[in-house]
């Protein structure tokens, strides 16, 4: 607004209010009401008090200050990285031992306790900086805490199918396969010899088990043959990993995978007591947890390789 358009309002207004006094009254009333507008307008132009009280204050007005803000979240980053997941394998551990066959509390339990691990960490993480940012001279909030040098720049990812990453994926691939069909067949000792798996699952069962880790090794040696991930081995990969949780989460929930008296063998095998029960549920959602993560990793050992799958 310029400064005739102010006037000519400002006298507008006053002319307003004055034309219906007298003589006697007017001339002092448009004078306190001039002034009133003019100190109106320098309020309006200073601006919040407590904006500028902060531009005039030593004392920061914020939690986190651009100094430390990237420090504050690789930290948090981290923490959360580890604990989820840890807390995550609590809970189910927790579920399993305590046999819990409540929907609600397999579901629910673990879901509330990542939301309170994510509440605390996050909390407490913040408070801690918060704390160092209020404690640090004026003259170095603007800096980080811990100089920057140019080995904390990140690794560009790799491209391409490792030879090491295959090894090691194709090894477990293969024990996996041992294991399950050493299960399925039966221990030759059950005395000393663990027996998880029922071993009299129809042939049918057994190959749907066993069978998406074969094609999971023939993904991985046609990966690296090739050099990298295509689309389409990357769907036959994840085809396999889905495959494999829907079949063994089936025959958890029927109660068919695992052997009624699996708490008496693992006390006869390890001479502990035996007073809990095999807990379907909690097995069943680690099983979704395990293939879901084992989904994710392909769709990014495929995107890392260069091919976006389908």
Known sequence: MSDQTR????????????RHLGPDTGPDVARELRGSIQERE????????????????ERPRYLIGPGVYPEYVRL???????LLPLTLALVLIEGFVSASSDP????????????????????????????IEWARPADARDRPLL???????????????????????????????ALLAWQLTGVSNPDTQLQVLNPDLSLLWGALLVGPFLVEAVVLLAAWRLGRWTPALAVGNVLASATWAVVAVWLLLRGDLI???????????????????????PLAVAVIALSAWEI???????????????
Not at 76 to 82: E, I, K, P, Q, Y
């Open 7 to 18: 006037s000519t309002l400002t006298d507008r207004y006053v002319w307003s209010v004055t």
């Open 42 to 57: 320098a309020l309006t132009e200073l601006g919040d008090p407590d904006q500028l009280a902060r531009e005039y204050g």
């Open 76 to 82: 948090l980053r981290a923490l959360l990285a580890v």
């Open 104 to 131: 609600g509390d397999v579901v629910l339990g673990p879901l509330v306790a990542l939301l309170a691990v994510t509440v605390h960490v996050s909390f407490w993480v913040t408070l801690a900086y918060a704390v």
């Open 147 to 177: 100089a920057w040098d140019t080995a904390q720049l990140p690794e560009e990812p790799a491209r391409g199918v490792g030879a090491g990453e295959s090894l090691l994926h194709a090894a477990v691939t293969v024990l996996m396969i």
């Open 259 to 281: 052997v009624p008296d699996l708490p008496e063998r693992i006390g006869a095998v390890f001479g502990v007591a035996a007073d809990w029960s095999v807990a379907p549920l």
């Open 296 to 310: 994710v990793s392909c769709l990014r050992r495929s995107l890392r390789s260069g091919a976006a799958p389908a």
